[in-house]
């Protein structure tokens, strides 16, 4: 089995020297001498090699033979082993390459980086879409980094089947998300109960049809006190005399069967029946 194809079979594709250059070029023009680059997963050094030759950089690769050829080719400072097992003197910056495509390994990769990096330090990662597919998932790296991304074209590596994403993570206060929408509101809705969820889905829903809904709960006839229970957490608009809102309908739309109870008007048809 060649290198490529072994390398492909375990997550792992090379960035194209260009490519590399053109996105610390992009992404990362501000990079002076006062900065530490580290690439952890370095392989052949393609970004390392893209670092520009007055700002402190290292690599870190656990293939020997992969970190012999990132030292001939960038003349850095490329140490052999597992990055998760390697001790980084000094503080970095910038986080920067293209780890395998394996989700674990990942977030593993993010969690270290996390203590490692300076504050408002950053990490730039080249990443299948589909580790940002699910809201709860990126809300989860939300809590830790602001997140920003854009796309690459998937044909940028051979046999490569996925979307890719060049993902920019930064360790600060704001933790804002650039380019990714409804994630947050999509989390919070996904841990809601399952029927406000479901609501959520079909739109926005009126006082009359909350009230009835809650009617149904109860088997078409229920006392106020259900009904201010069923309605609290689903109501369709901000008002904060709600309660009355709530009786104003009842008396409306439904019938009176005792003080504070009420039915939907075929309850009562079907009881008299």
């Not at 439904?254 to 109870?261: D, H, I």
Request: proline share 7%; hydrophobic share 40%; glycine share 6%.
């Amino acid at each position: 089995m060649s290198n490529d194809i072994t390398q492909i079979a375990l997550g792992q594709y090379p960035t194209p020297a260009w490519a590399a250059a053109a996105i610390v070029r992009k992404n990362f023009s501000h990079l002076t001498g006062t900065d530490f680059v580290v690439e952890p997963t370095c392989g052949p050094g393609r970004f390392l090699q893209a670092i520009p030759a007055h700002v402190p950089a290292m690599g870190i690769e656990i293939d020997p033979s992969l970190a012999q050829q990132a030292r001939e080719l960038t003349g850095r400072r490329v140490v052999t082993g597992d990055f998760f097992d390697i001790e980084v003197e000094e503080r970095p910056t910038l986080v920067l390459g293209n780890p395998p495509f394996q989700t674990k390994f990942i977030e593993r990769l993010l969690d270290r980086v996390h203590g490692m990096l300076m504050d408002d330090g950053q990490v730039g990662f080249v990443l299948p879409c589909y580790f940002l597919q699910t809201a709860a998932r990126v809300c989860r790296y939300n809590e830790l980094w602001a997140i920003q991304q854009e796309m690459l074209p998937r044909n940028l590596y051979d046999g490569l089947k996925y979307p890719l994403a060049f993902v920019t993570f930064t360790k600060d206060q704001q933790r804002l998300m650039v380019g990714l929408s409804l994630y947050h509101e999509l989390a919070y809705l996904q841990s809601l109960p399952k029927d406000i969820h479901e609501a959520m889905k079909q739109g926005p829903s009126t006082w009359r049809a909350i009230v009835a809904d809650a009617l149904d709960l109860f088997d078409g006839e229920a006392s106020l006190e259900q009904i201010y229970s069923y309605v609290a957490d689903r109501r369709p608009t901000e008002n904060p005399n709600w309660k009355a809102q709530v009786r104003k309908v009842c008396q409306m739309t439904a019938r009176r069967t005792a003080p504070g109870r009420y039915a939907k008007p075929e309850q009562l048809d079907m009881l008299a029946a």
